[in-house]
């Protein structure tokens, strides 16, 4: 593929030390922090992603200390048939923007099993080798069967092509025509079980040592209203260390923009209405973000808490979903004559117009962050880091920094992290630490995010769900909201907590108070939440938030 020319800010000859003069190198400002030679010394061993209570374990917890790495996984190039970038202009906005680390998961079909993915696969490792402090994964969207999308992807090494294209022509739900997901549909058992064989077959891949590792994250999962609890709940049960989570928030956030897309666009262009496919049991007025995030992330007691009342593990994540930015000149080249996708496994280089073409994505990295705490810079400690669901996500870039460390009163040691599990006895005094690096310069729309407020949120654990279509969690609420508006530089929020009778968990969210209202399931529950804009009037920079993966309490006896 020949590269294009770029945008002057994405000018391949800016070098990284004006990158991060700039301010915008995440991984720069760690390096001159050094955070990275303090937590890389310790290791890479990985938190398990769920740790069954048992009595030989400790009372407290004592997490490694981290570094962050600030990443997207949803990314698609030339590559996939309805995209427009090729991988340069995408990996130099990636830099631009600060990433660390991005997978480009390109749409699966027949063109891109039989040539595209061994195409890429050549400009990833070349650019793996111009710069080795990029992590560039590669990666696929998968068609669930039944369902809707996920980002699959492998740890670099001799076979992670070879994996991805034996699982899309093996397991993808629009190669096989397994799309059908409605109730009585007699072909959705076989469906749902193919996608639950899918997940079983990654996990053989690693175990076997084929690949170094592999994670599947669901992409937009209330976007059509077809992932249904019960599938989630099976997907994550057939292998909970490959099957990892899901988008808290999808991309498309510019979809909301005022007087760019039309009336009635939305941010993620969540623009659908529940169809024959669609589980029966989301409300109608499930269809639209929250706060720019999903409804089962942005509703306190929804489906995400549902599952994670169980006890067990589900990560949350955003990203860009980019396949068309907003406000971009650059158009689509035409296709030579006889070529197609089918046959070639990408679509034409794009062309620039000097004319604002259709779009509703930001780059990656400019609007989406997810960030990841890792014990040393590599892939496998980006997917360990993920797996151990040590993740934070923000829009606009909220937050320069959050460190969240859950410990007993009596104890002096680290305590648990993000993803991570405090074994404790009941009654015992407990203190929450959040500390908050606030935003020290604009985002790339010009605006100094301030944030607001910080919520605790709680909810019980008890076990494994009886009703497996279920989406609410009645014990999860809002427990304490801290204003911290006008508050600066870092600062750390103590936040007393008592372990009561039953094992629990705490998540945190919080926002730049622009727009709240009360929460889904009612002001008892969550007091001011996000709530969705009127259509066609979603500034996405105007209300921003964000979200952490929850911290596990497993109470026993005295």
Known sequence: MTDQQLPAWADPSVSPSELDAQGVSRRGLLRRAGLFGAAFALGSAATPAVAAASDDRPLGGDDPRLAYLVGDHHIHSVYSHDAKYTFSQLATASARYGLDWMVFNEHSNFGHASYGAKLEHQEILKARAANPRQLIFQGLEWYIPAAEHCTVFAAPGPHEVDLLTQFELAYDGKLLNYTDGAADNPNTARNEAHAVKAIKWLADQRRSGYVDDVLVLANHPLRLGIDSPHEM???????????????????????????????????????????????????????????????????????????????????????????????????????????????????????????????????????????????????????????????????????????????????????????????????????????????????????????????????????????????????????????????????????????????????????????????????????????????????????????SNPIFVDVVGN
């Open 233 to 547: 709940r099976n997907w994550r049960d057939a292998a909970p260390e490959i099957m990892i989570g899901m988008e808290g928030a999808p991309g498309a956030q510019g979809g909301g923009i005022p007087g760019w897309e039309g009336p009635d666009s939305q941010r993620g262009e969540y623009t659908n209405k529940p169809s024959v496919n669609s589980w029966p049991g989301y409300p109608e007025n499930a269809y639209v973000l929250y706060g720019g995030f999903d409804w089962m992330t942005a509703t306190v007691g929804g489906m995400w808490d549902a599952m994670l009342a169980e006890g067990k593990l589900f990560t949350i994540t955003t990203n860009s979903d980019v396949h068309r930015v907003v406000f971009d000149t650059w158009k689509n080249g035409d296709w030579p004559p006889g070529q197609n996708f089918d046959n070639t496994g990408h679509i034409p280089d794009p062309v620039n117009t000097d004319t604002p073409q259709p779009g509703g994505d930001f780059w990656p990295g400019q609007f989406s962050r997810t960030h990841v705490g890792v014990t040393r810079y590599g892939y496998r400690a980006v997917m360990a880091g993920l797996r151990a669901g040590r993740v934070w996500l923000d829009h606009g870039h909220l937050l320069d920094g959050l460190d969240v460390r859950l410990n007993r009163d009596r104890d002096h040691g680290r305590g648990a992290t993000l993803g991570g599990r405090l074994r404790v006895r009941k009654g015992e005094k407990l203190t929450l630490n959040v500390t908050v690096t606030t935003t020290s310069r604009p985002n790339t729309q010009g605006i100094l995010p301030e944030l607001a407020h910080v919520d605790v949120i709680r909810g019980a654990v008890r076990g494994p769900a009886t009703d497996r279509d279920a989406w609410k969690a009645p014990d999860t609420k809002v427990v304490q909201t801290k204003d911290v508006s006008g508050r600066k530089g870092t600062y750390t929020l103590r936040i007393p907590l008592t372990a009561g009778d039953e094992s629990f968990y705490v998540r945190l969210r919080g926002s730049d108070g622009n727009r709240n209202g009360t929460g889904y399931l009612g002001a008892s529950i969550d007091p001011h939440g996000p709530i969705p804009h009127v259509p066609g009037d979603g500034d996405p920079w105007a209300d921003t938030w964000f979200y």
